[in-house]
């Protein structure tokens, strides 16, 4: 039964017994027939004008009821963008605010997953695709070697170069799908302690050392002397230097110099890592920070990487709580700028 028709049978209901009642109360008082039926004309004439007063508030609030249990339904099968219709009623009113914040909730929910399983989906794809390449080298460089296909030992030492060569890239995209998994299931913890900064530029540039011996650069380092040391997560503030150096090296001309700057005020800390290399296009800098975007697409061979290394430093850099920009100009270089509170946050 309906709410509409159980509301107005119960008050029919009610209104019948009412006026049974009192023709029984009239007739207690030895009233004449006139009176009589006066008196019971004035309590029907009450009771059915009462009756369509109450109807006029029962029944609107019964079809807002109504409407809001189809547009409930709705909402149940998707249609999470129906604005549902206010009452004169306060909680009917608050119901149905309530209902559209909580449709409004399940649809940016539900986005958040798709674009999450989106997200996922590409990982795989992109990574799947840019690993074939160095196995490929790998497998061809091993055969070439299994097969005596190369017997000097300088072309041999070459092909096991190569072969080493492309392990570490790899390894650099199962590191780097290991960092965006972590970071997607938020298993990193915010851990703030006191970093050196001159600790933490050595570790750094150690871990290139090798290569900036072998390219010949020169690594020009800046550190003013107030600036001594940052309170912030060791790991993640390594892993966002690690990445922006390794990416200045890998798209600049061996030769050419690297520079570091680090510069703080009372409230922040500021790493510069400048390079001479090929530059970013003004209108590509603002999605060099998406993962798998590659702004020399056709030089992915040369370059390598998985397009990750910047998105893991701009994710790494706002979860210490601090801002990652970038400026650049095509044949001029970029710099790319770390900015971190020297508190913890």
């Known amino acids: 039964m309906k709410l509409r028709t159980l509301v107005f049978l119960s008050y029919l209901i009610s209104l019948i017994?009412?006026?049974?009642?009192?023709?029984?109360?009239?007739?207690?008082?030895?009233?004449?027939?006139?009176?009589?039926?006066?008196?019971?004309?004035?309590?029907?004439?009450?009771?059915?004008l009462s009756l369509l007063i109450n109807s006029l508030f029962i029944f609107p609030m019964t079809r807002n009821i109504a409407q809001l249990n189809r547009q409930s339904q709705g909402i149940s099968k998707g249609h999470y963008d129906?604005?549902?219709?206010?009452?004169?009623?306060?909680e009917l009113r608050e119901l149905a605010e309530s209902m559209n914040d909580m449709g409004l909730e399940i649809k940016a929910?539900?986005?958040?997953?798709?674009?999450?399983?989106?997200?996922?989906?590409?990982?795989?794809?992109?990574?799947?695709?840019?690993?074939?390449?160095?196995?490929?080298?790998?497998r061809s460089y091993s055969e070439a070697l299994v097969d005596e296909v190369v017997t000097d030992p300088a072309e041999v030492r070459n092909y096991l170069l190569g072969i080493g060569k492309q392990t570490e890239r790899v390894v650099s995209f199962a590191n780097e799908l290991l960092a965006i998994a972590a970071i997607d299931d938020k298993e990193i913890a915010y851990k703030p302690e006191v970093v050196w900064i001159d600790e933490l530029i050595l570790d750094t540039l150690q871990a290139f050392e090798a290569q900036i011996s072998r390219e010949n650069r020169l690594i020009d380092v800046q550190i003013n002397e107030d600036c001594v040391s940052v309170v912030t997560d060791k790991v993640c503030i390594q892993r966002i230097l690690y990445n922006l150096v390794g990416n200045a090296i890998k798209f600049s001309k061996p030769g050419t110099s690297i520079k570091l700057h680090i510069y703080c005020d009372n409230t922040f800390t500021y790493m510069e890592v400048k390079d001479e290399g090929i530059g970013i296009p003004e209108d590509e800098l603002e999605r060099i920070f998406e993962r798998f975007y590659r702004v020399e697409k056709s030089r992915n061979q040369q370059y390598g990487g998985s397009g990750l290394g910047l998105a893991i430093a701009k994710e790494l850099t706002e979860f210490i709580h601090g801002k990652l920009t970038v400026s650049s100009g095509q044949g001029i270089g970029s710099t790319f700028m770390v900015q971190i509170p020297n508190q913890r946050v």
Request: without cysteine.
């Open 17 to 48: 017994i009412v006026t049974l009642l009192l023709f029984v109360a009239y007739k207690q008082m030895f009233l004449d027939y006139d009176r009589l039926r006066m008196a019971m004309m004035i309590t029907v004439s009450s009771s059915v």
């Open 109 to 138: 929910k539900i986005k958040a997953l798709q674009d999450e399983e989106r997200r996922r989906n590409e990982l795989i794809a992109n990574l799947s695709h840019d690993i074939k390449t160095p196995i490929a080298s790998i």
């Open 82 to 90: 129906q604005h549902l219709n206010k009452s004169r009623v306060v």
